[in-house]
């Protein structure tokens, strides 16, 4: 049994922990909060453009004359926006992301198709050069609180590598901000853009209802102009879900952590009190036994 010195010594150093994970967890909390309500505030812009953008899409006779819609024939080369934590601290948050990452990356070789690896943050950058995988770009320097210009930035690097034609597809790896508990896992296909099919869908299932819609300016022109908002939106909203997750995951963790240690402190306290005592009870039957010899 350990003596009650070096019990207390680990009281100490675990108390100290529990200070910074305590510490970690109050500013993850205030951190989460201010991005998941950015998050929640983007949410209705974001729900209300796909809807616009799918009426205009099935309105439209042929998606050929608007260039992020095109898909191509043949998919040869696809471009992957990576996205993780440049900090630790944070769960399962990354290591869920990566192993998505590697296993899609595994299916497009099996498929034969090349890839073009876009890493941002410390923790996905180490892990690429650690297994000596080949980087298109990487990035380390994102903010905690992206901004909207950091969204075009990536947008107009991946949207010029599709449009010269050098990818075919576009995906973008990020946390799915769900709720604080949980951040699973997702590869997004950004470009080509592809309507959403909500409104088609609605059309279908009620046949008694059929509109003709006249636009002005012409649909071409409205797409030209709803499509690059579009696909500048859904990257504002996958950097802020990516913030939110990193926070939500660090708090879970630092939570965890945090109730940990005072579980072992008070596990260990209980250890100290008992081998105080058992010093205590040693140090008294050495008394006694001492008064003893000496009648």
């Not at 471009?79 to 899609?104: D, E, I, V, W």
């Amino acid at each position: 049994m350990a003596s009650a010195k070096d019990i207390k010594n680990r009281i100490s150093s675990v108390t100290s922990t529990h200070k910074i994970t305590r510490t970690m967890e109050m500013v993850s909390t205030s951190k989460f909060k201010r991005f998941a309500d950015r998050a929640s505030a983007a949410m209705p812009f974001s729900n209300a453009l796909p809807a616009m953008l799918a009426l205009l899409a099935s309105a439209e006779d042929d998606g050929a004359s608007q260039p992020l819609l095109e898909t191509r024939s043949e998919v040869r080369r696809v471009a992957l926006l990576l996205l993780t934590t440049n900090r630790g601290l944070c769960g399962p948050l990354n290591s869920n992301l990566l192993k998505k990452t590697m296993l899609f990356r595994r299916e497009l070789e099996a498929k034969g198709i090349e890839m073009d690896l876009h890493v941002v943050g410390k923790k996905g950058i180490g892990f690429m050069k650690f297994l000596g995988i080949e980087m298109a770009s990487q990035k380390n320097d994102l903010p905690d609180a992206p901004q909207p210009e950091h969204a075009d930035a990536f947008a107009d690097m991946l949207v010029e590598d599709f449009l010269s034609k050098r990818v075919d597809e576009v995906y973008i790896a990020y946390p799915h901000f769900k709720n604080a508990a949980e951040q699973p896992p997702v590869i997004e296909r950004i470009l080509p853009l592809s309507a959403p099919e909500t409104a088609e869908k609605e059309e279908k299932e009620d046949d008694k209802l059929q509109l003709n819609f006249l636009f002005e300016p012409g649909k071409d022109e409205l797409l030209g102009e709803l499509l690059p908002l579009y696909l500048r939106n859904s990257f504002v909203r996958i950097l802020l879900e990516t913030a939110a997750s990193e926070q939500g995951a660090r708090r879970t963790a630092m939570k965890a952590a945090t109730d940990s240690a005072e579980e072992m402190i008070t596990n260990l306290t209980r250890s100290y009190n008992k081998a105080r005592q058992a010093a205590i009870t040693t140090e008294l039957l050495e008394i006694v036994g001492g008064a003893e010899a000496l009648k």
